[in-house]
């Protein structure tokens, strides 16, 4: 069984390390091909499209065993599908001829990280039934921060130094093949449904196993302690405009800073995750769920208009440089709304009920990245409406200050967060 969790482990690391090859890949479209802001940004929510697939995925991975086992050889189906993607990256020319290539290992790559996350969550989820609650789902927050902390640290400096995209997608295959080797390499050892249950599940069909599978989890999501906080994290999310690739080109190309800069300050991102992480597991998760979310947002919306600051110059006029405050600011916002996920992700293993782990979360996680989806799109349009382009940034002011505003809609149907519950409670008290 601890192998079974030191795969996990890696897992969370080797998704949070992605940050690596996907700054190099950032850099790649926005200087080697040329992308605009606004179809940089459109490329990235593209390529989150097979996350949105998570559901079923869940589905399979609780329905459908393959021999004896129903988590681990997705894991590796997973990890040789990324390999393959990014592999194929490493090798490819880099000229605009070759761009539906590589957008199509974007997807594939996405499609086999998709898989191992979903799988990764159900393992967490049967797992911590066993442990006390919220202290595995902070063990996979944090090694997820940790992953994406060196990630960001090393692809930063191995980008400014070698200039070389190709070097850091081969530097990420290689780490996929350890995943692929490690997870292939494990006997599954879960605990899961009774060995009874199991047998029944071997014996029925594919398509009854589906079937039951997917009109169970239609029935857990109906349930109302699951169904309102669902809603309101993937409403969160989608209402408010996304402008990451206004302020990626707008960091690189207009104040030309440095790629280490960019990959340093997603680092303190990531510390203030791990940060808030050990917070939460030792103070914050007896706050009741609907005041702590509702200061998390808050404060999310303060966040925001640190790229205000930033953009306006005011940095420069309080003595601060541009370096400096990227460095320590500009993750700050994103941080805030990855650690806004954690409590919900407790909330749901409490109530997940046994046999819908992998099905519950994938749910949970493609919701959420539908939500990203949304708002990358929202920020999209609003840099048009706004004539934002990557040779005038003079309106991007008021589209963060939009951003701002929206981040503050949430908080009308807070309702819909349970009030009294908190992470040392086993049932959600009625709205």
Known sequence: MRRVWWLCGVGYWVQGFRCFPWLALNFHLARGLGLSPAALQLVQNAGTLPLVAKPLFGVLSDAVYVGRAHRLPYISIGALLQLIAWGTL????VTGDTFPTQMACILIGNLGAS???????????????TQKAGVLQSYAFIALAAGSLLGNLSGGYVLLKTQEPKIMFTAFSVLLGFQLALSLSTKETLPS?????RSRRVRSSLA????????NLMMVIREERIFYPL????????????????MFCFQTQYLKLDPSIIGLSKVVGQIMVLSLTVLYNRY?????????????????????????????QINLMLGIPNEIHVLCFSALAEAIAQFKVLPFSVLLSSLCPPGCEGSLFAFFTSGLVFSAIVSGVFGVGLSTLIGVSSVDYSNLPLGILLQSLA?????????????????????????
Not at 208 to 215: M, P, T
Not at 284 to 310: C, E
């Open 284 to 312: 914050l998760k007896t706050i009741p769920l609907r005041h702590l979310i509702a200061g998390v947002q808050m404060l999310y919306a303060v966040a925001v208009l640190s790229d205000l600051v930033l953009v306006k």
């Open 193 to 197: 449904t009774p060995r009874n249950t």
């Open 115 to 129: 898989v191992t996350e979903v799988v990764s969550d159900a393992v967490v989820t049967e797992f911590s039934r």
């Open 231 to 246: 809603t309101w994290i993937m409403t969160s999310f989608a209402v408010v405009p996304i402008l990451s690739g206004m």
């Open 90 to 93: 490493a090798i490819i020319p």
């Open 208 to 215: 009854v196993n589906l079937r039951k599978q997917f009109s």
């Open 407 to 431: 981040a503050l809609l949430p908080l009308g149907w807070i309702s819909f967060v349970p009030e009294k519950w908190n992470a040392d409670e086993k049932v959600v008290m009625q709205r």
